[in-house]
């Protein structure tokens, strides 16, 4: 490829890449870090013969998984789910009322931007669940595999992630009556 090739290449790809890393990691200048390392990967691998859809799809998974990494490196002592308290009296049902209500009261676009504005505020776990989940499309099973964790604790994350999230957002309502 030329400098020009490439040049056009990064500029193609680094938003989507830059929006997966940024939901996962939570840190711009670190999103910005994951973006380069997989696009100068894909430039150094012999993946470029393929066609566009599968370059995307290679480079999103490369992303979340280099995503990934970084959060993981971030305290090599800890894994993410450590300090996760367990809910044993969790209203999932509740929860769920509780979007359906927000999304009824038709603010979408300011529920988009609260979710935008309270998903770092997510510990690390429940960010890259829910990223993966709600924002890739992956299932449980898939993000699962990818996390190297049991298929439950994937569900437990997601679900208490979204509870959370909710809380955040009801709050920030509330406050602003």
């Given at each position: 490829?030329?400098?020009k090739?490439i040049t056009?290449?990064?500029?193609r790809?680094?938003i989507?890449?830059y929006n997966?890393?940024?939901r996962?990691?939570g840190?711009?200048?670190?999103?910005?870090?994951?973006?380069?390392?997989?696009i100068?990967?894909?430039l150094?691998?012999?993946q470029?013969?393929?066609?566009k859809?599968?370059i995307?799809?290679?480079?999103?998974?490369?992303c979340v998984?280099?995503s990934i990494?970084?959060?993981?490196?971030r305290?090599v002592?800890k894994?993410?789910?450590?300090s996760?308290?367990?809910?044993?009296e969790v209203d999932y049902q509740?929860?769920?009322?509780g979007?359906?209500?927000?999304?009824a009261?038709n603010?979408k676009?300011?529920?988009?931007?609260?979710?935008n504005k309270y998903?770092s505020q997510?510990?690390d776990?429940?960010?890259?669940v829910l990223?993966?989940v709600?924002?890739?499309?992956?299932d449980?099973?898939e993000?699962a595999?990818?996390?190297?964790?049991?298929?439950?604790?994937?569900?437990s994350?997601?679900l208490r992630?979204?509870?959370?999230l909710?809380?955040?957002?009801?709050?920030?309502l509330y406050?602003?009556?």
């Amino acid at each position: 490829m030329t400098p020009k090739e490439i040049t056009q290449f990064y500029e193609r790809y680094k938003i989507r890449l830059y929006n997966i890393a940024l939901r996962i990691v939570g840190d711009g200048m670190d999103a910005e870090e994951v973006v380069h390392d997989v696009i100068i990967k894909f430039l150094r691998s012999e993946q470029q013969e393929v066609a566009k859809p599968q370059i995307e799809a290679w480079l999103c998974k490369s992303c979340v998984r280099a995503s990934i990494d970084v959060v993981r490196k971030r305290d090599v002592r800890k894994r993410v789910y450590d300090s996760v308290e367990i809910d044993s009296e969790v209203d999932y049902q509740e929860c769920e009322k509780g979007w359906s209500e927000l999304i009824a009261k038709n603010e979408k676009k300011r529920l988009i931007c609260l979710i935008n504005k309270y998903m770092s505020q997510l510990s690390d776990g429940y960010r890259m669940v829910l990223s993966l989940v709600l924002f890739e499309g992956y299932d449980y099973q898939e993000v699962a595999e990818i996390m190297d964790v049991e298929e439950s604790t994937v569900r437990s994350q997601y679900l208490r992630g979204k509870k959370r999230l909710l809380q955040l957002i009801q709050g920030d309502l509330y406050q602003s009556k």
